[in-house]
């Protein structure tokens, strides 16, 4: 019976091997890879280098792998919105995860982790039978440099705070004439409070 086993196990290991094969050289038609952050996430190699949420492109019926690479220590992931399919979560620097998938319709990429989504982690994928036709555009430029219009520098420089929402509380003077009168007089008496003090530590001399 062990001999029957063995011989039974022997002929499927084969068989599991080539199974795992299949699956893991499963071919790509369309190969995408982003780095991502709380900025959102940005394009790695070929036209996408460098821009931030990359709209990305494929044929109809193309089997599409799309590869996130963690650039800070946060959690993050990638979901195809309308597919329903979602990349395992990576929490480490550097670490990678992928989505693959046949491309249908056009949808919509994010990062699923609460609030990251409204931080900025989404961009398009556009699926059509001929690749689309993208404008070079003109980066804005003032004193002779270009403008941070798309957190490119990773900080708010040449963002200013406009509207209601960022104006400055005014203080009521009412009260702040109060606070004055009231800090003098609280400097007054300290100043009296020290005299006596200084006062009652001399010695006494009598005649």
């Known amino acids: 019976m062990k001999r029957l086993i063995a011989i039974a196990g022997t002929l ?18 369309r190969e995408y890879t982003l780095e991502s952050t709380m900025l959102g996430y940005r394009g790695v190699g070929g036209q996408i280098d460098g821009i931030r949420n990359p709209t990305l492109w494929a044929r109809t019926g193309e089997t599409v792998r799309i590869t996130i690479v963690n650039g800070e220590l946060m959690v993050h992931d990638v979901t195809l919105e309308k597919l329903n399919v979602r990349s395992a979560q990576i929490l480490d620097k550097g670490a990678t995860s992928s989505v693959t998938f046949k491309a249908k319709d056009s949808d919509t990429y994010y ?9 900025g982690m989404e961009g398009r994928l556009e699926v059509s039978d001929q690749p689309p036709v993208q404008s070079a555009g003109v980066t804005p430029v003032a004193n002779g440099r270009a403008l941070n219009l798309d957190f490119e520098t990773g900080t708010l420089q040449d963002w200013t ?16 004439d109060q606070r004055a009168a ?5 400097g007054r008496a300290a100043a009296w409070r020290a005299i006596h003090a200084r006062a009652r530590s001399r010695p006494h001399r009598f005649a």
Do not use: M, N, Y
Not at 111 to 118: I, N, Y
């Open 12 to 29: 499927l290991l084969p068989l599991v091997v080539i199974v795992g094969q299949a699956q893991s050289t499963a071919p790509v038609d």
């Open 182 to 186: 009231i800090a003098a007089c609280t």
């Open 111 to 119: 990062c699923s982790l609460p609030g990251h989504r409204a931080a």
């Open 161 to 176: 705070a406009t509207g209601d929402a960022f104006a400055l509380v005014k203080e009521d003077t009412a009260r702040k």
